[in-house]
């Protein structure tokens, strides 16, 4: 039997991201081949007791022409036909008008905004135009490009056109090959986004952030530890001869496994002496962020007087040698404190970036 998306959604976070209940699992080939890969898949899917909707790819963008480019709405009727089957509702990634009246006239229960179309406001207007007056659910994958604006703007593109029932998915930022991942999980961007929205449920698609099968459980291990709502997961019952993307797709049983295999955590805890202790562990870090808020004042107010020092003296602002210097002995300590390198450069450079600003301040401030 067919079920509702509203008895689905019911069931797991997305409905209610603070609650305890179980994240929504959303799984499927990365694209749709043929009529007996989409029903062989769906069926592996439904034995697994685990998947709460079917995906697969009918339209595919590609950077360049020549790639497999997706079967087209004929493949809508063969997912039409697997929801018949096994009563998984569908999901389906839409760019046009036309792929939205075409998703909808087939039933497609959730429709997502893709990456490459989420960068382009117009492309995301066009959708949005197309989906007025619909009662639909709607996911928003992030932008390929690290930029949160560019997301909000499409959530509030899609919001304006009526659609109430709207979610996230964060499927990574390209990053030109500087990173283990397909696509840099930017986990801070997405944490970001999740302060500024706190109403929307964000599902996570380690798929394309991974963008290879050894490292789905780990980048899958650490959304459900960050608290998302759920995760989207390629599956295929034959990846290794998948149109697209094979490397990241698993077999529905892997993905069994997978799911098997995390440790499923809650936001809230009902035990009241676990309670307790958590507030004054973060009572201790309130004090300690006070500490830091404090001496970070302190040091810019002391960069300021250098700024006048080297403004007196006709010294230029940055001094190459003396931060280089600051750096190394950053790392240095920053190391022996269990600190990482990487995070060491970050804040520092944020400090620095501060300090120049303050002294640019104090050097031009009677121009």
């Given at each position: 039997m067919v079920q509702t998306m509203e008895q689905i959604l019911s069931k797991t976070k997305f409905s209610d991201p603070s609650s305890d209940k179980k994240p929504l699992i959303i799984s499927g080939p990365c694209s749709a081949e043929t009529e007996e890969q989409v029903l062989a898949t769906a069926l592996a899917l439904q034995k697994t007791g685990k998947v709460d909707v079917l995906r697969a790819g009918i339209w595919k963008p590609?950077?360049?022409?020549?790639?497999?480019?997706?079967?087209?709405?004929?493949?809508?009727?063969?997912?039409?036909?697997?929801?018949?089957?096994?009563?998984?509702?569908?999901?389906?990634?839409?760019?046009?008008?036309?792929?939205?009246?075409?998703?909808?006239?087939?039933?497609?229960?959730?429709?997502?905004?893709?990456?490459?179309?989420?960068?382009?406001?117009?492309?995301?207007?066009?959708?949005?135009?197309?989906?007025?007056?619909?009662?639909?659910?709607?996911?928003?994958?992030?932008?390929?490009?690290p930029d949160l604006e560019l997301w909000?703007?499409?959530?509030?593109?899609?919001?304006?056109?009526?659609?109430?029932?709207?979610?996230?998915?964060?499927?990574?930022?390209?990053?030109?090959?500087?990173?283990?991942?397909?696509n840099a999980p930017m986990w801070h961007l997405a944490i970001e986004l999740k302060r500024r929205m706190p109403e929307l449920p964000?599902?996570?698609?380690?798929?394309?952030?991974?963008?290879?099968?050894?490292?789905?459980?780990?980048?899958?291990?650490?959304?459900?530890?960050?608290?998302?709502d759920g995760l989207m997961l390629e599956t295929h019952v034959d990846p290794d001869n998948a149109w697209s993307d094979a490397k990241q797709q698993i077999t529905p049983e892997k993905l069994a496994d997978l799911l098997d295999g995390i440790t499923w955590?809650?936001?809230?805890?009902?035990?009241?002496?676990?309670?307790?202790?958590?507030?004054?562990?973060?009572?201790?870090?309130?004090?300690?962020?006070?500490?830091?808020?404090?001496?970070?004042?302190?040091?810019?107010?002391?960069?300021?007087?250098?700024g006048v020092y080297k403004k007196e003296n006709n010294i230029t602002i940055l001094q190459t040698n003396r931060w280089n210097e600051i750096l190394d002995r950053a790392v240095s300590k920053g190391e022996k404190l269990g600190l990482t390198k990487d995070f060491i450069v970050k804040y520092f450079d944020a400090v620095h970036l501060e300090s120049i600003n303050r002294q640019n301040k104090v050097m031009n401030e009677d121009k």
């Open positions: 590609r950077t360049r022409p020549g790639s497999f480019e997706g079967i087209g709405t004929k493949g809508l009727a063969w997912l039409q036909k697997a929801r018949e089957i096994t009563g998984l509702p569908l999901a389906v990634e839409v760019a046009t008008a036309k792929q939205v009246e075409d998703a909808l006239h087939f039933g497609v229960d959730i429709l997502w905004v893709g990456a490459r179309t989420t960068v382009n406001p117009f492309s995301v207007q066009e959708v949005a135009d197309a989906l007025r007056g619909v009662d639909t659910t709607v996911l928003i994958k992030n932008p390929i490009n909000i703007g499409a959530v509030e593109r899609i919001q304006k056109a009526g659609i109430n029932k709207v979610g996230l998915i964060h499927r990574g930022f390209s990053s030109y090959g500087n990173t283990q991942y397909r964000m599902i996570c698609d380690p798929s394309h952030i991974s963008g290879r099968r050894d490292i789905l459980q780990e980048v899958s291990q650490e959304a459900i530890d960050l608290d998302y955590r809650r936001e809230h805890s009902d035990k009241k002496d676990f309670n307790s202790a958590l507030e004054k562990l973060r009572a201790q870090i309130n004090q300690v962020d006070d500490e830091i808020m404090l001496l970070l004042g302190n040091r810019m107010k002391i960069a300021e007087k250098i």
